[in-house]
């Protein structure tokens, strides 16, 4: 039954906007509570435990990242979409990350750590700007533990390295989903399992990527059932009864999610804190993703609030406030801004100094990731764009003339025989046009045939292609 007043996207989720921002509000509040101590309230209520425990809402970000990464996937399994492409995939987080993380890299270098001496040695800042620039400095501990350029850009180290995975495991996730999902989460659960059995301090493995693989793996389910619910919507005949539905589900999901932040928040000491993000991990990835699927069928006030013109500007912006975030909050306090009337004014209470600290730190880093995506990250992608687009023009035309070329050489009846290892889709789609070409102009009929495999018969050397005639 066709009713569609409302109808819930399988493409794009405004409301997963909203869940973003306030994901990465709740981290960025964390951190700049570690250096003001103040504790937020709503007028009588203490939201203590949301800032003691703010380093949590990170799986959550890397949840949705899961989740959104493999929305393409889902459409191709659910609704029969094109399998999406690898090299787009790839170009699309290299537009997205690298412009802004190298830039916040570099501004920290030069306006934090070489006028301040944060660096030992020249070559201890040779080896953290290398592990750096290539997001492999969490395995290091001196450049994972204490970088003088960022303590929060590991989170895109993570991601980055899980990116050079996901087309393999989206691929594998395609033909055998539960196999694919369970592996990774057993995965998850083995090496944190064994970390918190053979080791006394977590911090070198508690956020690494074998430790996420959980995380992505419910993501990606999530994403499967969304389009599943998206696809089944159509037939719903009374929506408003399904939309109360996961309007309670979002309401239970977020009642679980406030409990288990608050049993995070009791947790004491520096290990069981980390002992507890690893054990509490899995089932706060299943509250969120209970949110994440639920949201978009809310009801109408729910949706509006969290999918909104200026929540979808917050979260365009949101990657580069929180890796600025950080080092807002820790280099003014380093400059003495504000002014404190104590040498230590967090530990001393002064409430005023707290109030105008915490403003500051979040107006600042509001204003700076701002101005990095309109000023870097949105023109360097446009400029990346522009030159990998040209790059496909020029393989375009590499494949067009080298199709001609076997045109020309083909017989006047038979198959061609293509082979090579990874047959690209422009020269598929360059052969079979001339292939059509030919039937058109009532010549001779050439079929096609392409296979995987080492060149045989002639070989083109500037592309490893080689092909053959029956």
Not at 220 to 235: F, H, S, T
Not at 378 to 407: E, G, S, V
């Amino acid at each position: 039954m066709k009713h569609q007043a409302f109808a819930p996207s399988a493409r794009r989720i405004p409301e997963l906007d909203g869940m973003r921002v306030l994901l990465v509000f709740i981290v960025s509040w964390y951190h700049i509570w570690q250096q003001s101590w103040l504790t937020p309230r709503i007028g009588g209520v203490s939201l203590d435990f949301l800032v003691r425990s703010g380093y949590m809402p990170v799986d959550g970000t890397i949840l949705l990242s899961g989740f959104l990464l493999f929305l393409p996937y889902a459409r191709t399994m659910l609704l029969g979409e094109k399998m999406p492409d690898a090299r787009e995939f790839y170009r699309r987080r290299i537009m997205r990350v690298v412009p802004s993380y190298n830039f916040y890299t570099l501004l920290l270098l030069f306006v934090v750590a070489l006028p301040w001496g944060l660096y030992p040695s020249a070559q201890k800042m040779v080896k953290d700007l290398f592990m750096h620039f290539t997001f492999t400095f969490t395995f290091d501990m001196e450049t994972y533990m204490s970088p003088p350029v960022g303590v929060a850009s590991w989170t895109l180290a993570v991601e980055m390295q899980a990116y050079l995975l996901f087309p393999l495991l989206a691929g594998l996730a395609l033909r055998r989903p539960a196999a694919t999902l369970c592996g990774m989460a057993a995965a998850a659960f083995a090496y944190r399992g064994y970390c918190l059995w053979a080791m006394n301090e977590y911090g070198m493995v508690v956020n690494q990527l074998p430790a996420f693989l959980d995380v992505y793996a419910v993501g990606m389910a999530g994403a499967i059932l969304y389009v599943w619910l998206v696809k089944k919507w159509q037939d719903v005949r009374r929506p408003i009864l399904w939309q109360a539905l996961a309007t309670s589900l979002a309401a239970l999901a977020l009642w679980g999610l406030v409990g288990l932040l608050k049993a995070q928040a009791a947790t004491s000491g520096f290990n069981g804190i980390q002992a507890g993000q690893m054990l509490r991990r899995f089932p706060l990835a299943l509250l969120m993703v209970s949110l994440a699927v639920s949201l978009p069928f809310t009801v109408l006030p729910l949706r509006k609030l969290m999918g909104n013109r200026v929540m979808a500007f917050l979260s365009a912006i949101s990657m580069n406030y929180y890796l600025i975030h950080q080092p807002v909050a820790v280099h003014l306090k380093r400059l003495g801004i504000p002014y404190a009337a104590s040498e230590l004014p967090n530990q001393a209470g002064e409430q005023p100094w707290q109030n105008q600290y915490t403003a500051l730190c979040f107006g600042i880093s509001l204003l700076m990731a701002i101005l990095m995506t309109y000023l870097v990250e949105k023109p360097c992608a446009r400029l990346l764009r522009r030159w990998f687009d040209r790059r496909d023009r020029r393989r375009r035309q590499r494949y067009a003339a080298l199709a001609d070329k076997i045109m020309m050489e083909a017989p006047a009846e038979g198959t061609i025989r293509l082979t090579a290892r990874r047959v690209p889709d422009e020269l598929r789609a360059a052969l079979e046009q001339a292939v059509e070409s030919r039937a058109a102009s009532e010549g001779p009929q050439v079929a096609l045939l392409v296979k995987r495999g080492p060149c045989g018969g002639q070989c083109d050397p500037e592309t490893g292609f080689g092909w053959a005639w029956k």
